[in-house]
Each structure stands twice: as structure tokens, then as C-alpha cells.
């Protein structure tokens, strides 16, 4: 695979965590749906990163992918845009996994700081597991099958993007060299003609001697640019151009999300953990229930008691879901207590509703229809195992293992 179709691959995965809510909405599943008319998005289920630490009670994790996999299409993640698939049924992930595990230094995995953070979080299980520490990578592994340049993550898991790239660079260095190497790049640099051959070397030579990152994408972009040249030339030349031999597996992007950060309702990050999420699938009375009695400002004990919308988890609402006319309403109306708080909850409790309303009776299609679900999973993880087939047929090559 070359360089380009990579350039144009999104991967991302969530752990199924059941039914999901405002926060994975605005923080994850938003940006999917966007992504997925510009990119070619690969969007799973990590089932078996979600046994790393429930491999006590798996019976958990059935439920919890086709809730989860249900918000997604009713939230406008679309099969037939983006190819949606669970990740046990593409063993292929398991299998790069094993491979790239005989080569990944013990030490990358032990200095992830999510090694320990979760380790010392989660006192209660005992993840002191050889899966455990190899959760980010079989999560590079998910990456590398599919060849994907971007990768939207949340900042918690960036190191693990990192690590990725570090794998992928090892994995390159071991394997995509041959002993005729040079010589091959060489002449392929020669079929490019005299004039490109040259500005190639000299965009190279800036790149490998300076670190000249521009110099470097001119020259990734010359390359595509070349209708002459064959694919495994291009591949070749985009490897050369880095110092390295092929690429086999490509390095990966973290694409951070720069989504707003969804409160809760009492102001912390949404998270079930807290009890303060909204669910996409939640009903209108309780959504009414739940904001009017989110907690407001302390200062306004008595509705004559002018309040500060910084020190209030509904304004942070308001910073989400109200135009600026309602911002400055809010504003005015808490410092000079113009309005009371129920007043002001209500433009959030109409937006939030009308968001959710068409969600909420998507859900209700697809609860009803769990062969459909499945179908489309089923579909996209045959999709997807294509896909997974075609990197690891080069992976084995590259290593020497397709005699069986
Ligand atoms: N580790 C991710 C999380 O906890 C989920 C995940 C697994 C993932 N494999 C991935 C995310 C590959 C992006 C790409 O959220
Ligand atoms: Fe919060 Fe609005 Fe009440 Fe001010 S008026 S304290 S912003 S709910």
C-alpha cells in the first residue's frame, strides 16, 4: 500500500462502553460524522481492549457493543460512509499483535503513562497482566492493519499513537530493508528523469541532513504527483527519502480532537462514574428533570441574588448550545439576577431536547431491528478483514513468513 491511500485513512476505535452520552457526542462521535464524508474512516468496537480489564466478567461486553454500535448509527455515524466494524472479527489484529509483540523493547510499553495511571486507578482489579500491558499494542496493531494516517484520539491517548509510530518505525527498519536496497532506489530514482530525480535527491538531502520538514513533504508530494513510476517504486522512494528501506507499515498521525469538553451536570466532566451524564437515548421528561436540577451558582441562594455564570456549570451549557444572543441574555440577566435560573435553564433544555429527539427515535428503529445491526457489522468487519488481509500478507513477506 502506498503512501497516499494512507494520507486518506481515518481509524479510530472506542472500548464498548454501553449506551453513550452527551460527552462521547461533542467529544468522539460529532467528529466521526464529519470525518467520515472526508476521509475513508474505519470506525470498531475494541472488544478485546475492554477484556484487558474486565476479562473477569466478559459477559458485560456483549450488551455493551450493540448499545453502543445503536448510538452510533442513530447519531449519524453511516455504514454506507464509513466502514463499522467490531474488532474480534478481524483476527488479522490479533495476529499482527503477536508479531509486532516479538519485536516491541518491553520498556516502550512499561513507560506509557497510561500503564501506571490505570494501574494505580483501577486498585480494585488486578490488571497486572501480561494483556494489560500489551493493551497499547494490540491498539498500534488496530492502527497499523489498516494502514491508517489518522488517527482522532482524546489527549489521554496520544502516547499510544506515539508508540505506534515508534513501532511502525522499528518494524520498517528491520524488515523493509534488503541488501540491494540502495541500488534498487537508485534507479528508481533514475526512471523519474533527470529534472524530478534531481530535485528529489536534493529535497532528501535537505530533509536527512537539516530535518527539513517541508523539504520533505515537497518531496512526498513530487512523488505522488509522478503518474510514471510503479507502486512499488513510489513505496520504495517514499522509504528512501526517510533514511529507511520499504515502508511496510505506515507511521500514523494522532488527529486531537478539538472538540469543546462537555460538562457534566454538576460541572465535572460528563462521565456515567459520576451519575451526571445525559444519554443520547434519554427521554424528555428526564432531561427536564435533570437539568432543572442541576446545581447553579451557590451565590444565588434567593432568585433576587445576582449570580456569576463562571461559577456555574449551566452557563458552561450555554457556551455549548446557545447562540450569542442567548449568551449575552444569560450574562446580563445572572449578574444583575434579571432572570431566574429555571428561566435560564430552559433555551438548554429546548436544544438539548431538539438534539436528542431524532437520536432518541433512531435508537428506537435500530432497538427494534437487531438483525439490521448486525448485519451491518457483519458487512463492514468483511469489509475491513480485506483490508486487515492485504497489510499482513506484506507483513508476513517482509519478514519472511509466507511459506505456510
Ligand atoms: N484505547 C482506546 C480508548 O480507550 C480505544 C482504541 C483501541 C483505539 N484501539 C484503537 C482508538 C485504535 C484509536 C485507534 O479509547
Ligand atoms: Fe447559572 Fe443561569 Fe442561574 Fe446564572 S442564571 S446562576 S448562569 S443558571
Known amino acids: 500500500m502506498s503512501s497516499i ?18 460527552g462521547h457526542l461533542y467529544g468522539v462521535i460529532h467528529n466521526w460524522v464529519k470525518l467520515q464524508h472526508e476521509y475513508e474512516c474505519f470506525f470498531f468496537v475494541a472488544d478485546w481492549h475492554a477484556l484487558t480489564t474486565h476479562y473477569e466478567d466478559p459477559h458485560i461486553i456483549e450488551d455493551s457493543i450493540w448499545d453502543m454500535v445503536i448510538d452510533w448509527l442513530a447519531a449519524g455515524v453511516s455504514p454506507s460512509a464509513a466502514t463499522l466494524f467490531i474488532q474480534s472479527k478481524v483476527p488479522e489484529h490479533a495476529e ?46 488496530d492502527i497499523l492493519i489498516y494502514q491508517a494516517g489518522h488517527v482522532p484520539v482524546g489527549a489521554d491517548q496520544v502516547a499510544h499513537v506515539e508508540l505506534t509510530r515508534e513501532v511502525a518505525r522499528r518494524f520498517n527498519h528491520l524488515y523493509g530493508k534488503s541488501s540491494d536496497f540502495e541500488e534498487i532506489a537508485r534507479s528508481a530514482v533514475a526512471k523519474m528523469g533527470k529534472k524530478v530525480g534531481r530535485l528529489y535527491d536534493e529535497l532528501r538531502k535537505k530533509y536527512q541532513e537539516q530535518g527539513d520538514q517541508e523539504a520533505l513533504e515537497r518531496a512526498q508530494a513530487l512523488l505522488r504527483e509522478q503518474g510514471n513510476i510503479t507502486l512499488g517504486d513510489r513505496e ?25 469538553k462537555m460538562p457534566g451536570l454538576d460541572g465535572r466532566k460528563m462521565s456515567k462514574s459520576y451519575d451526571n451524564i445525559i444519554a443520547l437515548r434519554e427521554e424528555v421528561d428526564d432531561i427536564n428533570r435533570k437539568v432543572k436540577t442541576m446545581p447553579t451558582d451557590p451565590a444565588r441562594v434567593r432568585r433576587t441574588d445576582p449570580g456569576d455564570p463562571a461559577k456555574c456549570p449551566v452557563w458552561q451549557f450555554h457556551e455549548i448550545f446557545s447562540d450569542q444572543n442567548t449568551r449575552d441574555w444569560v450574562q446580563a440577566g445572572c449578574r444583575s ?35 439490521m445491526v ?14 486487515a488481509r492485504d497489510t499482513l500478507h506484506d507483513v508476513r513477506q517482509a519478514m519472511g513468513l509466507n511459506y505456510r
Not at 101 to 128: A, F
Request: hydrophobic fraction near 40%; glycine fraction near 8%.
Open 5 to 22: 491511500d494512507s494520507q486518506r485513512r481515518v481509524l479510530s476505535g472506542m472500548r464498548p462502553t454501553g449506551r453513550l452520552h452527551l
Open 236 to 260: 520504495r522512494l517514499f522509504g528512501y527519502l526517510e533514511g529507511g528501506g520499504k515502508i511496510i507499515l505506515a507511521e500514523p498521525q494522532a488527529k486531537l480532537t478539538a472538540a469543546a
Open 96 to 141: 499482527l499483535h503477536l508479531l509486532l509483540s516479538m519485536m516491541t523493547p518491553l520498556g516502550w510499553l512499561e513507560r506509557v503513562p497510561s500503564y501506571k495511571d490505570m494501574q494505580d486507578n483501577l486498585k480494585d482489579k488486578d490488571i497486572n497482566t501480561y494483556g494489560f500491558l500489551g493493551y497499547p499494542l494490540l491498539q498500534s496493531a
Open 374 to 387: 448486525k448485519a451491518i457489522i457483519s458487512e463492514g468487519s468483511e469489509k475491513a478483514r480485506d483490508s
Open 337 to 371: 439576577a434579571g432572570i431566574g435560573c429555571l428561566q435560564c435553564k430552559q433555551p438548554v433544555i429546548d436544544a438539548i431536547v431538539a438534539e436528542l429527539t431524532p437520536i432518541r427515535e433512531r435508537a428506537r428503529q435500530f432497538e427494534s431491528n437487531p438483525d
